[in-house]
């Protein structure tokens, strides 16, 4: 993985401007910022919920054999700028708590709203995984997956 950093540029703080990559690419849908086992929000703290839309990334990255050093791309959509804005010192230190300090390319977006109610961020991932590293295409993603036998989304 390579971030790119054209020369004439300003550095940016906080995400990349790109990235190159080569490897077992993973999608990750959009995690807004709730306990996914009961799919309630433990906080309407912004902050909170991007703690924990973060920490759920994280956990779907685990069931590829991915780790968050290999996002390659984030896409922040958020129901109120000024909201985010006001938030960035806070939100960067969650960020580095939970991703670390890797740095992907990031787009942020305001809307109107989201489809889950009480939600103020939701936040979508790509990650890759270089070849030779980690354990990617494990069986249950392509198969079966226990998670969703049952529910007529495994095929």
Not at 93 to 122: C, D, F, N, T
Request: proline share 5%; hydrophobic share 40%; aromatic share 8%.
């Amino acid at each position: 993985m390579e971030i790119l950093q054209p020369v004439r540029w300003k550095r940016p703080r906080g995400y990349s401007h790109g990235v190159v990559a080569r490897g077992t690419w993973v999608f990750v849908a959009g995690m807004v910022g709730w306990d996914n086992a009961c799919e309630e929000f433990d906080s309407l703290d912004f902050v909170d919920q991007a703690r924990r839309a973060l920490e759920n990334i994280v956990a779907v990255l685990e069931e590829a054999g991915a780790r968050p050093e290999h996002l390659v791309r984030l896409t922040w959509y958020v129901t109120d700028r000024d909201e985010y804005l006001s938030s960035l010192e806070r939100l960067g230190q969650v960020y580095r708590e939970v991703i670390g300090r890797h740095y992907p390319a990031m787009s942020v977006v305001e809307v109107k709203g989201l489809v889950e109610p009480g939600a103020k961020v939701e936040i979508e991932a790509t990650a890759v995984i270089p070849d030779g590293e980690g354990e990617p295409g494990r069986p249950a993603v392509f198969g079966e997956n226990r998670n969703t036998h049952g529910r007529g989304e495994d095929t």
